[in-house]
């Protein structure tokens, strides 16, 4: 595995929501998320050729990365937190044909065109804190013509699922108490300053048409909602 720093931004995830803590966040997962969680590796291995070079954004320690190194030819992931990456460098140890870099999302700093396909899964578009419309230009000019470029987020049939594992996420300190108040309609608060929202399929599609893209839009197993453009 080969590791490179770059410019970095920094974030609720960048430092306390990260390395070890972050990991720890999936170790917590109910069988529910761990489902959700399984279907949508499936789901981008399906559109993977075996010689595909791959950019996944915001790859955290590289829970997706390693997931996917094995029906990819390269993989590469960026992502803003140097603690994850530095843990990242352990846990993909011994994964050859992958990356970790440490950059912004809608700034990688790589070749235009560089990747077949672009990924940007488990809600990372709200999760980012980056303005959506720069996140899928960034995407989109990082993916070759004819390539693949697919963002996930929640369907919306998974919120209880979803908040359920907050709540053990803020149960364990891992994000802050649960604002109840102000959580709901596919918005989680936390009394932190921690929140996230939902995108859904009219937000991807006004997203796509800004990019001058069509989108294909699909719920997988009751639990992601994925857009997918051609560059």
């Known amino acids: 595995m080969r590791a490179r720093d770059g410019a970095a931004g920094r974030g609720y995830y960048a430092e306390g929501l990260a390395a070890e803590r972050l990991r720890l966040c999936y170790d917590l997962a109910t069988p529910e998320v761990r489902r959700y969680m399984g279907a949508e590796i499936a789901h981008v ?8 070079r791959v950019l996944e954004l915001g790859c955290g320690y590289g829970r997706i990365v390693k997931d996917l190194a094995a029906s990819a030819g390269f993989i590469c992931g960026v992502d803003t937190s140097r603690a994850s990456l530095r843990y990242g460098a352990d846990y993909l140890a011994g994964v050859e044909n992958v990356a970790l870099v440490c950059a912004d999302a809608a700034a990688p700093g790589l070749a235009p065109g560089a990747f077949d396909v672009v990924c940007c899964l ?6 980012f804190k980056i303005e959506p419309l720069r996140l ?3 995407a989109l000019e990082s993916t070759r013509p ?6 996930a987020s929640y369907a919306a049939g998974f919120w ?3 908040l359920a594992w907050f709540r ?3 149960e364990h300190g ?3 108490e649960i604002d109840e108040d102000a959580t709901g309609n596919g918005r989680i608060v936390c009394k932190d300053g921690f929140s996230a929202t939902t995108f859904g399929a ?3 599609r006004d997203l796509a048409a800004a990019c001058g893209r069509e989108t294909r839009i699909e719920t997988v197993a009751a639990s992601s909602l994925f857009c997918e453009m051609t560059a």
């Open 45 to 52: 291995r399906a559109r993977l050729d075996p010689d595909d």
């Open 122 to 127: 488990q809600n990372g578009v709200s999760a």
């Open 136 to 138: 899928f230009r960034a």
């Open 146 to 151: 004819g390539g693949r470029t697919l963002f």
């Open 160 to 162: 209880e699922d979803r």
């Open 168 to 170: 053990i996420q803020a």
């Open 174 to 176: 891992l994000v802050g």
């Open 202 to 204: 009219d937000d991807f």
